[in-house]
C-alpha cells in the first residue's frame, strides 16, 4: 500500500520533502513559483531531506528539450518524461523500474560500506605489527656488520619489502578513509595546492621538477580529500619519468556549464591508452614497482574522491609525450547563477 500528497507548488512540495521524505516524487517542470531545475537545486541541500535516501524524481513536461533533461538527470533526476506520450502504464513502469534500480544501489552500497569497513579494520591493526617487524629488521640491519653477503643481503631485503608494505597499508588505509570522515565546506583550491606542494616539496626537489599551477577556483567539498587528490596527481607526474630529464608538470582550471574542468598534464614516460581505464582500480599499475616505486592506490583514491564530490575523472589523450589526467567538480550554485552577468558585463 501506499499514499500520494499532492502540492500545489514548488515551495510547498520542497516543505512537504523536508516533512516526510517521499519515496517517489513525479515533479512537473513548469511549477507555479520555480522551473523544475530550481525545484532540483533546492532538493539537493543536505539540510533539507532528514533522511539520508533521496527520493526517486522523475520529471514530467509538456515539450521535451534535451537540455533540460540532461540537467535534471545531473542534477539526480531518475527520469524525464513528455506529458503528450505519457500513459499511466509507462509512469507506473518507470517508478517501479526505478526504484528496484534504488533498492538493488542501496543493497550494493550496503555491501561496500561493508567491505571498505573490514579494509579500514585490517589496515589499521596490521599498522602496528608492521611497525614493529621494521624495526626489528632494521636493528639487525645495523647489527650485521660482521654477517655474511647473503645474510647481510636477506635483510636488506627484508627491511624493503617491509617498507613497502607499510607504505601500501598507509594508501589502504587513506583509500579507505575517504568519505567516512569527510567535512564538507567552502573550500580554497589554490590553498588545497599549496598544501600538496608542500608536502611534496622533498620529491620537487630531489627530481628538480618545475611544477606551474594556474589559479585555481573555490568549491565545495572535502579540504582533506582535494589535498589527497592534487598531491596524488602532482606526485605521480613527478614520479613516473625519465631519469634523463626533470620533470615538468601544469595543472590548469576552466569553466564548462555548471562544472569545472581540471587538468595536470605532465613530460613523463604515460600511460599506454589500453592501461588508462585500468590503472584507477585499487592495486592496479602500468609501470613495474621494481622501476617506480608505488602501491597501485594512489590513482583509484583519485577517482574515489572526485566521485564522492560528483565529479569524473579521466586520462585524456596529451598534445605530446606525457600524460593528461582531466577531472571534474561541481561549480558552486552561486556562480553558476553569476556567470550569465559576468558575460553580459
Known sequence: SYGIRVTGSGREGLRACRERCPTALLLDYLLPDMDGIEFLENLRDPSLLRESIEPLVIVS??????????????????????????????????IRAGLIQRDLERRLREKQDELESFAFVAAHDLRAPLQKISSFCEILEMRSDGADPETAD???????????????VDDLLAYARVGRFSVQSSVHLDEVASTALSNLEELIRRSSANVQIDPLPEVEGDAAALVTLLQNLIGNAVKFQPASQAPFVRVTCEEDGDQWVFSVLDNGIGIAPKDRERVFAPLERAQSQDVYEGSGIGLAACRRVIEHHRGRIWIAEPDGPGTRIRFTLPRRQEQVDDAPEALAA
Open 61 to 94: 513536461t509538456g515539450q521535451g528539450s534535451e537540455e533540460i533533461a540532461v540537467r535534471c538527470l545531473k542534477l539526480g533526476a531518475y527520469d524525464y518524461l513528455v506529458k503528450e506520450n505519457l500513459t499511466g502504464q509507462e509512469l507506473h513502469r518507470t
Open 154 to 168: 636477506i635483510l636488506t631485503r627484508i627491511v624493503r619489502s617491509t617498507t613497502r608494505m607499510r607504505r601500501l
